[in-house]
């Protein structure tokens, strides 16, 4: 268990407080009565092919009926088999075949403040070009398209455009590094980049175009690389493999059909850390994680035809593959996408925008809450957030405090909290309040959405009940679970179905209280959680030991009241008298490497890293040094106590 994770344990395991949604909130609600969720959770279990084909026929579109429901030979799933569909149709052509043509889909504000507004109708001609575009540049169905762009409408437009001709985006957060985008090139064989010149973060303008250049040199599959103008700056542009936008795309014809796809075409492949060094390409399918995604939404997010929805995410990230793109498009949402960061140009953005546009439903992470905390509630009094009645919360644990704050500054007491627990690798929403229906205890996820089957494992395979919890598995599939690794099927087999053979490994501990309601407890593996990103501390490691001073490293998460955890790094190295210059440098070398994400906040030198006499890293011995507490537990296979004694030395 992380440490993160022990120390909000020992608050939630006190926290008794229980808020039930007001009368007015459930009379209006999507699923309004426990009768009607335990109704859907029965069903979606007890009859499952017959629930899920009733959702499928009902919330996406069919060029092709499917035949089976679902084939299921653990731990490979295929669901809505030999049926044809689309996800850009779905997001985009559905909603105008339903009369919202004319509807918003997309309010856009750039960090500068620049603004954009796309009808259903408008968001169709822009994909349309898109696609168009792809297939003049020799994209065709199967091909993969990576997409390293910042929050702007051509990021949504550039993945259903994708989706419409059936290549397969791969987008890649634009704080990574050109190290990491080549990596993720690599390994997928992309041949095709879409970027931009530039990003506005916190009034400053990022030369995208440039990192991508360099990652391109090592990225001997790309052919072309699409450049979207977005900042005006001289982005270097390299005759007969880079394009403009404005040149290729604003020419096309507003009109392509979209292409009927097999349910099982790979509609997208999404990076994301593991246990291991290599992030793992998380491989979703067309049929079954639009239909998940989109039943998800609606569920959760009690979705109204007159709702201004707004998740704060970034597309680079899961949350916004399903939350800003194809769950809320699917169902016809107008969905706020913002550009840039919330304190730009004060700490106040978030709100004005809330106020600005209405908002009535917003989906953000517990580290943008806690950081609101500590900028003061000034920020937040100077606006009028009266349009809101709901709020999620995503991405970590949300710590009671956070979660009051949150409920009575933001929600005015009024909104119900949705604290939704998933990955990456689920595809969609898997436990979570309904806001109609479920009373919320703050820091709870509650419980499983229909057609979840959670199960608490012990180490030795045996289900488990009670306040230590065990490993949390799914022990069914569900539509929107991830296909695969990305050419790696043994690496999938092994992360995630081989602990407990037969179930869905998460990677997270959790308990299950007498309520039945679910607690998440932090990660059984060697990841960390910062800002609610996903990072393997042996990745970090090897960045770290890249680095021709570094003989060793040893990555671990301490607390950080912001971010969740902290890197911290145990560095033995090559030098002599290492210092801080030393210690900038490496930071800076892990950001060439990984991305800032992944620089560390601490970096320690150590003589040598406590092993085991078998010789493996001794993180629960460093965690507890990087948080400052005393050592504890049994150190006597400490292979040199030396280190042990040395290294509390230097953090006192
Ligand atoms: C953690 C993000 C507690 C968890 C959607 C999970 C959470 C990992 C919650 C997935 C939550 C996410 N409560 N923990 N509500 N939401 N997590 O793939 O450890 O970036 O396994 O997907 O984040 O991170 P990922």
Redesign the pocket.
Known sequence: MSDSAAGQIDHVLDETRLFPPAAEFTEKAVISSQEQYEDLYRRALEDRDGFWKEQALEHLHWFEPFGDVCQWEAPHAKWFVGGKTNASYNCVDRNIDQGRGDKVAIIWEGEPGDTRTLTYNELKVEVCKCAAALKELGIGQGDVVSIYMPMTPELAIAMLACARIGAIHSVIFAGFSAESIADRNQDAEAKLVITSDGLHRRGKVLPLKKTVDEALEKSPSVQTCLVLKRVGNDAPMTEGRDVWWHDVVDKQSGDLPAEPLDSETTLFILY?SGSTGKPKG?RHTTAGYNLWAKRTFDWVFDHRDDDIYWCTADCG???GH?YIVYGPLTAGATCLMYEGAPNFPAEDRFWELVEKYKVTILYTA?TAIRAFIKWGDEHVEKHDLSSLRLLG??????NPEAWMWYHEKIGGGRCPIV????????GG?M??PLPGITPTKPGS?TRPLPGVSPAIIDESGSAVEGENGGMLCIDQPWPGMLRGVWGDDERFVDTYWATVPGKYL???NARRDSDGYYW?M??IDD?I?VS???LSTIEVESALVSHDAVAEAAVVGRPDDIKGQAICAFVTVTTADPGDELRQELRQHVRKQIGALAQPDDIRFAASVPKTRSGKIMRRLLRDIAAGREAAGDTSTLEDYSVLAKLREEGS
């Open positions: 994301t998380i990230w899961i949350t399903s517990p919360s995503v991405g970590e644990g949300i604290d939704t627990w998933w990955q990456t690798e689920t929403l436990m979570s996820c998460t990677g997270d998440i932090g990660r990841v959680n609610g990103h996903r």
